[in-house]
T-cell receptor
Framework: DAGITQSPRYKITETGRQVTLMCHQT?????MFWYRQDLGHGLRLIYY???????DKGEVPDGYVVSRSKTENFPLTLESATRSQTSVYFC????????????????FGPGTRLTVL | KNQVEQSPQSLIILEGKNCTLQ??????????LRWYKQDTGRGPVSLTI?????NTKSNGRYTATLDADTKQSSLHITASQLSDSASYIC??????????FGPGTRLSVLP
């Protein structure tokens, strides 16, 4: 059971380039999330998706684009990368089924460390 | 101002010792409060989950407490091990999937 995976694990890019971070989950969870983690800050929500073809903005969506054509994939694209987008990006998934509804547990991927030069 | 604050920012203890990490929050009402452990280079993993009405929850050597009146939570680690070296993140879940993360406490356990 692979769970939730992210690729690449590390990425270095230059200002102005387009970058896509991939997230794949094998649980068929309905919800998927993208967070960024910066020193001194808690994880901050960029975008989330409640189901295929349904996405919504989180706390810090500017400069990012998401899509969700399939339940298992939730790519995050930086259309024109900036230095301020240097961060560690985490994807997460959850499924508010009857069993988990009380706690809505989110399961996190291993993260992608992105450096924008 | 962060809605969830944690202290200390970092902590160094010797193996076998106990320690307590603090979390203060301003968000209210909330559905539940969680503590996550994040190993270096990994994603966060849930340790404990407490609903608004619970005031303590244990998971092995980890014990979390919640005081809803003072809006404080703590995570107590007993008989620390080298593998406890990690960041510990306090999370307040407002409703549904709305998670508010604290900045974390970095714990180092030395032999």
């Amino acid at each position: 059971d692979a769970g939730i995976t992210q690729s690449p694990r590390y990425k270095i890019t230059e200002t102005g380039r387009q970058v896509t971070l991939m997230c794949h989950q094998t649980w068929s969870h309905s919800y998927m999330f993208w967070y960024r983690q910066d020193l001194g800050h808690g994880l901050r929500l960029i975008y989330y998706s409640a189901a295929a073809d349904i996405t919504d903005k989180g706390e810090v969506p500017d400069g990012y684009v998401v899509s969700r054509s399939k339940t298992e994939n939730f790519p995050l694209t930086l259309e024109s990368a900036t230095r301020s987008q240097t961060s560690v990006y985490f994807c997460a998934s959850s499924d508010p089924s009857d069993r988990d509804r009380k706690y809505n547990e989110q399961f996190f991927g291993p993260g992608t460390r992105l450096t924008v030069l | 101002k962060n809605q969830v604050e944690q202290s200390p920012q970092s902590l160094i203890i010797l193996e076998g010792k106990n320690c307590t990490l603090q979390c203060n929050y301003t968000v209210s009402p909330f559905s539940n409060l969680r503590w996550y452990k994040q190993d270096t280079g990994r994603g966060p993993v849930s340790l404990t989950i407490m609903t608004f009405s619970e005031n303590t929850k244990s998971n092995g050597r980890y014990t979390a407490t919640l005081d809803a009146d003072t809006k404080q939570s703590s995570l107590h680690i007993t008989a620390s091990q080298l593998s406890d070296s990690a960041s510990y993140i306090c999370v307040v879940v407002l409703y549904g999937q709305n998670f508010v993360f604290g900045p974390g406490t970095r714990l180092s356990v030395l032999p």
